[in-house]
């Protein structure tokens, strides 16, 4: 079962996917996301000039040796470039043992330990009213889980509430980035009222979660997480930027608030001391960014000794591809917590075309042989990249924030 052809497919169905596609001699393919929002392009060559060419005639079964091949071997390791690029080698390579297997690829790495996955649902709204109606909308489809993020007063764009009713969607097409302005002060005395104002009118009887998109400062953090506490919050997600993880003791000492880090973090080393310390109650890592399904799973396997929970991150930049990969885990891995969900458009669902379904709050894996997605490359062709950036954050007075 070697690698005979490893592709690169870069579309931009409504927003810019990476994906990579492996063929072994016996005709079995494999699909692999390797999308970085913002940074596509950096990925898809570290693929196409330095990975595909070290996997042709390599035993498209030996997945943890090539994993450690593309690590050790190209000596400058981790960083999100090269563990996007070696985690969508990792998933092709998973796709493709399940499809030689005739078996989903959550039997292979130990069978379901539920039955679906709880997933959260997204209401973002200008003003208060709108995010309840969102919330309201989305309790009426089935979520059990909601996070809620609203416009701030006094602040003009805010992350998480998109412009107009279009889904929210950061990464803006054009040649630079957009930029917003961010004041602390403003949304720590804002933020309160919003989810008081949705556990009043619907109760407490579903989980309510918030990201701050790591902004705030630790002692900031705990005072946000503290008056969090009545509304119950099932968890306040990047409450600081995520690379001090000492920082994290500070919010814990102050606060019973859940804190959920890790949708930029791409590998164990990131996370370790979050995990090892209990400082952290969900860990957010997703398989694009994680290194794959391999190495996620060791992330995964070390936050289970430390009662840390699973809740990986899954907004549109992360492709079907993707979100079929991350089914296959949260189904598996005995610490599951839950799992984000924004749908994808139509037109990027016909490029991928897969078996995973939503019923009442809840996905269900592809029963497939391996992932249980694909790609129509001619569908994919029909959309070109487009340059598009994630925004930039100021402060009031000019300066450069955390976005
Ligand atoms: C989330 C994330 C996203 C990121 C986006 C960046 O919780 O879903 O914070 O909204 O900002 O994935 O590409
Ligand atoms: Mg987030």
Same mark, same amino acid.
């Given at each position: 079962m070697n690698i005979v052809e490893a592709k690169v497919i870069v579309t931009c169905p409504?927003?810019? @996917?990476?994906?990579?596609? %492996?063929?072994?001699?016996?005709?079995?393919?494999?699909? !692999?996301?390797?999308? %970085?929002?913002?940074?596509?392009?950096?990925?898809?060559?570290? /693929?196409?000039?330095?990975?595909?060419?070290?996997?042709? *005639?390599?035993?498209?079964?030996?997945?943890?040796?090539?994993?450690?091949?593309? &690590?050790? *071997?190209?000596?400058?390791?981790?960083?999100?470039?090269?563990?996007?690029?070696?985690?969508?080698?990792?998933?092709?390579?998973?796709?493709i043992k399940g499809k030689a297997a005739g078996m989903p690829v959550y039997q292979l790495i130990g069978g379901r330990s539920r039955d679906a996955v709880t997933v959260y649902g997204h209401a973002n !709204?200008?003003?208060?009213?709108?995010? #309840?109606?969102?919330? *309201?909308?989305? #309790?009426?489809?089935?979520?059990?889980?909601?996070?809620?993020?609203? !416009?701030?007063?006094? %602040?003009?764009?805010?992350?998480?509430?998109?412009?107009? &009713?279009?889904?929210?969607?950061?990464?803006?097409?054009?040649?630079?980035?957009?930029?917003?302005?961010?004041?602390?002060?403003?949304? /720590?005395n804002f933020v309160p009222s919003l989810f008081a104002a949705v556990r009043e009118r619907f109760g407490h009887d579903f989980h309510l979660l918030h990201d701050a998109h790591h902004r705030l400062t630790p002692i900031e953090a705990a005072r946000l997480g503290r008056a969090a506490e009545p509304y119950g919050l099932f968890w306040l997600e990047d409450p600081i930027s995520e690379e001090l993880q000492e920082g994290f003791r500070l919010i814990r000492q102050h606060t019973t608030t859940p804190i959920a880090v890790g949708e930029v973090y791409n590998s164990i080393w990131d996370c370790h001391q979050l995990i090892t310390?209990?400082?952290?109650?969900?860990?957010?890592?997703?398989?694009? &960014?994680?290194?794959?399904?391999?190495? /996620?799973?060791?992330? @995964?396997? %070390?936050?289970?000794?430390?009662?840390?929970?699973? *809740?990986s991150h899954g907004a549109t930049d992360l492709s079907p591809v993707c979100l079929a990969a991350a089914l296959h885990v949260d189904v598996a891995v005995p610490n599951f917590g839950i799992q984000e969900y924004m749908p994808h458009t139509e037109t990027t669902n016909a490029v991928f075309p897969h078996s995973y379904r939503f019923a009442d709050g809840l996905l269900y894996p592809s029963e497939e042989p391996g992932l249980g997605v694909d790609i129509d490359e001619e569908a994919a062709a029909e959309y070109p990249y487009r340059q598009a950036y994630l925004p930039v954050n100021r402060l009031e007075d000019g300066s450069m924030h955390d976005w």
């Amino acid at each position: 079962m070697n690698i005979v052809e490893a592709k690169v497919i870069v579309t931009c169905p409504d927003r810019n @996917f990476v994906t990579l596609k %492996l063929i072994t001699d016996d005709g079995l393919t494999g699909v !692999g996301d390797a999308t %970085l929002n913002g940074r596509e392009l950096a990925v898809a060559s570290y /693929l196409r000039d330095h990975v595909c060419p070290l996997l042709i *005639g390599r035993d498209a079964s030996r997945i943890e040796d090539t994993w450690q091949y593309l &690590h050790k *071997g190209a000596y400058w390791r981790r960083g999100p470039v090269t563990m996007t690029a070696v985690a969508a080698v990792d998933t092709a390579l998973w796709d493709i043992k399940g499809k030689a297997a005739g078996m989903p690829v959550y039997q292979l790495i130990g069978g379901r330990s539920r039955d679906a996955v709880t997933v959260y649902g997204h209401a973002n !709204g200008a003003t208060v009213p709108e995010a #309840l109606e969102q919330v *309201g909308s989305l #309790l009426d489809e089935g979520y059990r889980a909601v996070r809620v993020q609203a !416009g701030v007063p006094g %602040l003009e764009k805010v992350y998480g509430v998109p412009a107009g &009713h279009a889904p929210y969607e950061p990464a803006v097409a054009g040649d630079r980035p957009e930029e917003a302005t961010w004041s602390t002060a403003k949304y /720590l005395n804002f933020v309160p009222s919003l989810f008081a104002a949705v556990r009043e009118r619907f109760g407490h009887d579903f989980h309510l979660l918030h990201d701050a998109h790591h902004r705030l400062t630790p002692i900031e953090a705990a005072r946000l997480g503290r008056a969090a506490e009545p509304y119950g919050l099932f968890w306040l997600e990047d409450p600081i930027s995520e690379e001090l993880q000492e920082g994290f003791r500070l919010i814990r000492q102050h606060t019973t608030t859940p804190i959920a880090v890790g949708e930029v973090y791409n590998s164990i080393w990131d996370c370790h001391q979050l995990i090892t310390e209990q400082l952290i109650d969900y860990i957010r890592m997703d398989v694009v &960014h994680g290194g794959g399904i391999t190495h /996620l799973r060791r992330v @995964f396997d %070390l936050a289970d000794l430390y009662h840390v929970r699973t *809740g990986s991150h899954g907004a549109t930049d992360l492709s079907p591809v993707c979100l079929a990969a991350a089914l296959h885990v949260d189904v598996a891995v005995p610490n599951f917590g839950i799992q984000e969900y924004m749908p994808h458009t139509e037109t990027t669902n016909a490029v991928f075309p897969h078996s995973y379904r939503f019923a009442d709050g809840l996905l269900y894996p592809s029963e497939e042989p391996g992932l249980g997605v694909d790609i129509d490359e001619e569908a994919a062709a029909e959309y070109p990249y487009r340059q598009a950036y994630l925004p930039v954050n100021r402060l009031e007075d000019g300066s450069m924030h955390d976005w």
